[in-house]
């Protein structure tokens, strides 16, 4: 689960709410707009939506552990 955060957050692993990727994640679920999230919306989603967030990572590990579909 780690790995999967450690790799969404490259390049802005000392300011994750800066992430690209991790605005445009919170965006589409929670319905955030992306310019306007900060240090305390990332922390205030977080924290609200951490049991989502937890699932979210799991299924996202097991994607990566299953590899590409076979065709």
Excluded: Q
């Amino acid at each position: 689960m780690i790995r999967i955060f450690w790799n969404m957050t490259r390049g802005y692993r000392l300011w994750p709410w800066r992430s690209p990727y991790l605005r445009w994640r919170i965006e589409t679920y929670s319905g955030l707009r992306a310019e306007s999230i900060g240090l305390y919306e990332f922390v205030r989603f977080s924290y609200v939506s951490r049991a989502a967030l937890v699932r979210y990572l799991r299924w996202a590990e097991d994607m990566n552990k299953r590899g590409p579909k076979e065709s």
